[in-house]
């Protein structure tokens, strides 16, 4: 912190005689005032005033109002069945294409395995996957094969290949050489290396990251339905469209739920393969 | 021809060696029973030991997961509905696309696009210091070692559950039920969105504060609020402040995308293009999120590197 660094410099350069018991950082102050002065000026900016608050409250309570009791109808809970085992069918294939693609491209980007211009090349291709939010990939996709899951699929796991192939070549960077270099010594070929040497190392982690994943791909597949990509984020949208609270709030806890218990059992994953 | 063998079978060897050597270590570093065949340690007999990498039941532990995961992939594949007509023209469609998209439409970064920029940049930043104002006294609620009481921790911990599994969007659309489209909406979502995370990771941070120079000051009679302030907090700080950017840096990524559902900015302007099909326009903004992120991510690095 720059501020700290200031104030280590002072204390060497102060005699150490009035010896103050946790000094003042005026410089952190300044910091927190600085932050404080720009909250202000930004709420101003956004037209955030108090009152605003106070009239939502009131909205609020009407809104909470018309979520309960949640719906239940039974043509309403088959749409919602439906919705959901879409959304799930979207995360686990998109999660399955996209660790398959992003083994070979974490490989690649790994700048101790691969050479500096491939490796270049593809940290570029990865940066483009993972600044775009899924919902916006979705958007392209819906345009370029249609409404549907398909859609959905394509851009899960363009947002899958950007955060497991980059973390991925991280941990391929970080691995043990050694290893690699008793198997290249016995005249091992580029695979038989890669094989032996490299993936025994980092396949535990691949496959934490895929998990971490797939938790992730789920969350998202309830939203891309939004733009039109498939799941239950169209019956969610098309709910609070048509002011039916108490649908929306069904298909919230059904959300809620499923993500709840995928996270359970990815725990459970996780730990096996420790 | 003979070399050739045994410089294969060598390799072989070497690899069965360093595979070897790979259970042994990443059992040790994790501390777990290697787990090896019968036959360890009964050294009296010189039978051959059959070394097992992984206990039968992490073998079985994992066989289970394989087969899970490819029966989902074959029932997925299976039952999703593909709409085929739509696929015979995609490549097609995907030209049609980036032709419509350039020559962007630069006229529109004047009229709408830099204001918009400047609002998600707004709604990023207060929503991260509004999630911040509110997970940080969570976590120490929800921290063991400085609230004793596991009901208040459970609740914070809740708290924190809930958050994180709901996603920005669906905050976003609860909070433009209630306070109407704007920015406003749109804070409020980031923030409750980030409450989770924040303060589940800053809770770790806590948790593994050092007891020393809690209970030194402790002793010495401090109060509660100069512990906290002289004993915990220097100790987090930097978890703090990288916590605090890392969210930032998220948290202008899905700002972008509040505006779909009408919680303000750069959204908007995406959302309004989109529907009017003006390509050129959306084209622009997915170019200038891509900046924004691209410069947001070199940013953060640089104070990553230069504040922890």
């Given at each position: 912190m720059a501020a700290r660094t200031g104030s280590e410099a002072a204390a060497a350069r102060l005699p150490p005689s009035p010896r103050v018991a946790f000094a003042p950082n005026w410089a952190a102050r300044a910091g927190w005032v600085l932050l404080a002065l720009y909250v202000v000026y930004a709420t101003g900016q956004l037209e955030i005033s108090l009152d605003r608050?106070?009239?939502?409250?009131?909205?609020?309570?009407?809104?909470?109002?018309?979520?309960f009791p949640p719906n239940l109808e039974a043509d309403k809970l088959e749409l919602i069945r439906a919705g959901i085992v879409e959304s799930l069918q979207i995360a686990v294939l998109a999660t399955a294409a996209g660790i398959a693609l992003s083994l070979p491209l974490g490989l690649a980007a790994a700048r101790n395995l691969a050479p500096p211009w491939l490796s270049g090349a593809m940290r570029v291709v990865i940066a483009v996957c993972r600044s775009f939010h899924p919902v916006i990939v979705a958007i392209l996709f819906v345009k370029a094969v249609g409404f549907g899951a398909l859609a959905g699929v394509l851009a899960l796991i363009v947002s899958t290949m950007g955060f497991v192939s980059k973390l991925f070549a991280e941990v391929v960077e970080e691995m043990d050489p050694g290893q690699v270099e008793a198997v290249r010594a016995t005249g091992a070929g580029f695979l038989n290396v890669l094989v032996m040497g490299v993936l025994p190392q980092v396949m535990s982690r691949f496959i934490g990251?895929?998990?971490?994943?797939?938790?992730?791909?789920?969350?998202?597949?309830t939203m891309v339905g939004i733009v039109g990509g498939g799941g239950i984020g169209a019956p969610l949208f098309t709910a609070y469209q048509r002011f039916d609270y108490d649908v929306v709030m069904t298909i919230l806890i059904v959300i809620i739920a499923l993500i709840l218990l995928c996270e359970v059992v990815s725990g459970r994953v996780r730990r096996v393969f420790q | 021809m003979t070399v050739r063998a045994g410089s294969k079978a060598g390799a072989d060897g070497a690899a069965a060696a360093a595979s070897a050597v790979t259970a042994t270590s990443s059992a040790m570093a994790t501390g777990q029973d290697?787990?090896?065949?019968?036959?360890?340690?009964?050294?009296?007999?010189?039978?051959?030991?059959?070394?097992?990498?992984?206990?039968?039941?992490?073998?079985?532990?994992?066989?289970?997961?394989?087969?899970?995961?490819?029966?989902?992939?074959?029932?997925?594949?299976?039952?999703?509905?593909?709409?085929?007509?739509?696929?015979?023209?995609?490549?097609?469609?995907?030209?049609?696309?980036?032709?419509?998209?350039?020559?962007?439409?630069?006229?529109?970064?004047?009229?709408?696009?830099?204001?918009?920029?400047?609002?998600?940049?707004?709604i990023a930043t207060l929503g991260t210091v509004l999630a911040l104002m509110m997970a940080i006294p969570l976590s120490f609620l929800a921290a063991r070692n400085f609230t004793r009481h596991v009901g208040l921790n459970w609740l914070a911990q809740f708290i924190f559950v809930s958050s994180r599994s709901v996603n920005s969007l669906i905050w976003a659309l609860l909070f433009v039920a209630i306070f109407g489209p704007g920015a406003l909406a749109g804070v409020l979502s980031i923030a409750f969105r980030s409450i989770g995370f924040i303060g589940k990771l800053?809770?770790?941070?806590?948790?593994?504060?050092?007891?020393?120079?809690?209970?030194?000051?402790?002793?010495?009679?401090?109060?509660?609020?100069?512990?906290?302030?002289?004993?915990?907090?220097?100790?987090?700080?930097?978890?703090?402040?990288?916590?605090?950017?890392?969210?930032?840096?998220?948290?202008?990524?899905?700002?972008?995308?509040?505006?779909?559902?009408?919680?303000?900015?750069?959204?908007?302007?995406?959302?309004?293009?989109?529907n009017?099909?003006?390509?050129?326009?959306?084209?622009?903004?997915?170019?200038?999120?891509?900046?924004?992120?691209?410069?947001?991510?070199?940013?953060?690095?640089w104070l990553r590197a230069r504040v922890i």
């Open positions: 608050v106070i009239r939502g409250l009131e909205n609020a309570q009407r809104f909470l109002g018309r979520m990251l895929s998990v971490y994943q797939f938790d992730s791909n789920l969350r998202n597949s | 290697p787990g090896y065949g019968p036959g360890q340690g009964q050294g009296h007999t010189p039978a051959p030991r059959r070394w097992q990498r992984f206990s039968p039941l992490v073998r079985l532990g994992r066989f289970a997961v394989y087969l899970g995961s490819v029966a989902a992939i074959v029932w997925s594949l299976r039952t999703i509905e593909v709409i085929p007509e739509f696929l015979y023209d995609a490549p097609e469609q995907t030209a049609d696309l980036f032709r419509r998209m350039w020559p962007f439409d630069w006229p529109y970064w004047e009229e709408a696009i830099r204001a918009a920029l400047i609002e998600t940049f707004h800053f809770c770790e941070a806590l948790e593994e504060a050092h007891p020393g120079p809690i209970e030194a000051l402790t002793a010495a009679g401090a109060p509660r609020s100069l512990v906290l302030a002289k004993g915990y907090w220097p100790q987090v700080e930097p978890a703090f402040w990288s916590l605090a950017l890392l969210r930032w840096d998220i948290n202008i990524r899905e700002s972008a995308v509040l505006g779909l559902v009408g919680a303000g900015g750069i959204g908007v302007a995406l959302d309004a293009a989109l009017n099909l003006y390509w050129d326009q959306v084209g622009l903004i997915l170019a200038v999120i891509f900046a924004v992120v691209i410069v947001t991510e070199v940013v953060t690095s």
